[in-house]
């Protein structure tokens, strides 16, 4: 079965340090990967996408996200954290071999705190 | 720009009544998914819908129902509204496209209440 973890469910950063919020996940074949970012009372934005090619993806607001198939994770990072980068966070995956309905498994969210 | 609609940002009903709740798309997607949000729970799917008048349950489909009578409208219904559907309701569409990828774009939510 297809499954994603975000093993943290609140990450702490100051201001301007570098921040990786966690994911992991398991398909029964190749994955493709997302990153979604909520802001309170909003709907999810999508920030990037994993399918093919390079293990670093870069995607909207300087974040990136590397993708590791011997460790089946794909952990989302920045290297300055801004304060307004304060959200709460959705990885998210779809197995590629399954039926073209667009059908995602998201994690629990983990909720990016970044202070001053 | 891309955008997913949603009739009402925060609404209130009462134990009993039938609840609509609406969601339109302007990408011409194939998909459309009707999400529940819950503090620690995450996104579960409720129902998703890959073309018009097609439905199929997701993890959670009990107390509702969906329907798809054009391709840019998906509407949830809860028959008869109960306190633990108090709940961030989310519409999501994709494209089906062979060789898209298949990011979900996002209504801006539901906050449902019933009392």
């Known amino acids: 079965a297809q499954s994603v973890a975000q093993p943290e469910d609140q990450v702490n950063v100051a201001e301007g340090n570098p921040l990786t919020v966690k994911c992991t996940y398991s398909?029964?074949?190749?994955?493709?990967l997302f990153w979604y970012v909520q802001y309170p009372n909003r709907g999810l934005q999508f920030l990037l996408k994993?399918?093919?090619?390079?293990?670093l993806v870069k995607g909207s607001y300087g974040f990136e996200a590397e993708f590791n198939k011997s460790q089946t994770s794909f952990h989302l990072k920045k290297p300055s954290a801004l304060v307004s980068d304060s959200a709460l966070y959705f990885c998210?995956?779809?197995?590629?071999?399954?039926?073209?309905?667009?059908?995602?498994?998201f994690g629990q969210g983990t909720t990016l705190q970044v202070k001053p | 720009d891309v955008k997913v609609t949603q009739s009402s940002r925060y609404l209130v009903k009462r134990t009993g009544e039938k609840v609509f709740l609406e969601c339109v798309q302007d990408?011409?997607?194939?998909?459309m998914f009707w999400y529940r949000q819950d503090p620690g729970l995450g996104l579960r799917l409720i129902y998703f819908?890959?073309?018009?008048?097609?439905?199929e349950k997701g993890d959670i489909p009990e107390g509702y129902s969906v329907s798809r009578e054009k391709k840019e409208r998906f509407s949830l219904i809860l028959e008869s509204a109960s306190t633990n559907q108090t709940s961030m309701y989310l519409c999501?569409?994709?494209?089906?496209?062979?060789?898209?990828?298949?990011?979900?774009?996002f209504g801006p939510g539901t906050r449902l209440t019933v009392t």
């Open positions: 999501a569409s994709s494209s089906r496209l062979a060789g898209v990828s298949n990011e979900q774009y």
């Open positions: 398909v029964s074949g190749n994955p493709y």
């Open positions: 994993y399918i093919t090619g390079d293990n």
């Open positions: 998210a995956v779809r197995d590629i071999g399954s039926s073209n309905t667009g059908k995602l498994i």
């Open positions: 990408m011409d997607h194939e998909n």
């Open positions: 819908s890959y073309d018009v008048k097609m439905k």
